[in-house]
Each structure stands twice: as C-alpha cells, then as structure tokens.
C-alpha cells in the first residue's frame, strides 16, 4: 500500500512540475504580429543585431512578445496562449532584410499534437504571404518540433 502511494505522489509530483505553462501565472501574449514590434514595450529582443542560428533562414534577429521574458532563459518551459516570436531574417547575410517568419500560440486544440502554434510568412514590410498558406504550416512544424522542450521556440538561447 505504501508503494502505491509513494507512486500516486510521484506521478502528482511529476504532473505538477510538467504542467507549468498554464499555471505560470504569466500573462497571455497579443497573438498575432504586430508591425510596431521594434519599437512596442509588448516585445523584446536578446538580440544586438542579426546573428548566424541554425535555419533554413540565415543570420535573424528574433523578438518574443514580452509576456514570456521571465522564461526564456529557462532549458525548459511552456507559453501562454498568444505568445509571439517574429524573427527577421536576412538569408544571404548581404544586410538587407529578406522577410519575417512569425509565430503564434493559439488556444489548445489547435494543433494539439504540436503545442497548438500558428506559423505565418511575411514579406519586408510586414504583408502575409500567402504561401505557405499561414496556420500550423507542415514544414515549420516539422523542424520547431525539435524544440518541443521550450515549447517549440528554437531560437531562445541565440544571442
Ligand atoms: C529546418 C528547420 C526549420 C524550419 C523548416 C523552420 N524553422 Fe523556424 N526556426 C528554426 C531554428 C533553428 C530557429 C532558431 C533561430 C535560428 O537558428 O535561425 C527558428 C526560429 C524561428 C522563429 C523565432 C522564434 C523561435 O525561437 O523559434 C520563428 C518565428 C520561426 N522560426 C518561424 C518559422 C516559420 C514560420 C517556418 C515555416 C515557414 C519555420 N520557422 C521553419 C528552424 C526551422
């Protein structure tokens, strides 16, 4: 019987330390791109300028929606809804900004199995491009899921 218990506490123990993201008492993020990110207090970079990261997207400088600057320095965390990242890239390192690559956390049951993120191409001057069509884009859902540990942010530790 003691056994048991000790299972049943370890499995709440285990389920409390996992479930961080909606109880971290964080405020939810806009949920969409907003073209003033550069300058708006909702957002903040780690970022002096656009350095070289592991994409398809060459050096980019990547701004996440204020509401998760306590975590990001964590190994491990979840977002709350409507969290977003906007990552400038320039592809070819030449200086000039080729477009913007723009993610945001829906509510659950959006993409469920792939932490429920919206994903969206944007042109320089911050027009949506229509392809890929924008929501849980295939492709960039397959690669973020390497980084389902920092649910699904790949860039969190660049600087
Ligand atoms: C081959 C892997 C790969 C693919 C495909 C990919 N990404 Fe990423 N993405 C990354 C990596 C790695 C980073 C971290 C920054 C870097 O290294 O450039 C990143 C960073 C980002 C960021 C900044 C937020 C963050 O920390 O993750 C956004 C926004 C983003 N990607 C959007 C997209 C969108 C939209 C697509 C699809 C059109 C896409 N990505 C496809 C690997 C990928």
Redesign the pocket.
Known sequence: MRFITTLFLFGVTLFTACDDGGDSGLADGPGAYKADYRTSSAFFTQMAGRVL??????T?Q?W?SSNIKSLVANTSFDVPVGTT???E?DMDDDGNLDGL???FKKDAGFDPTHGDWH???RGTSGDLMPD?APGA?P??V???T??AG?D?????E?R
Request: glycine content about 12%.
């Open positions: 990261g592991n994409s398809p997207h060459g980019s990547i996440y990242a906007i990552k890239f690559a723009v993610m994903y969206e191409m890929p884009i492709m960039c397959g690669c973020h390497a980084s920092t699904y942010l790949a860039g969190t660049l």
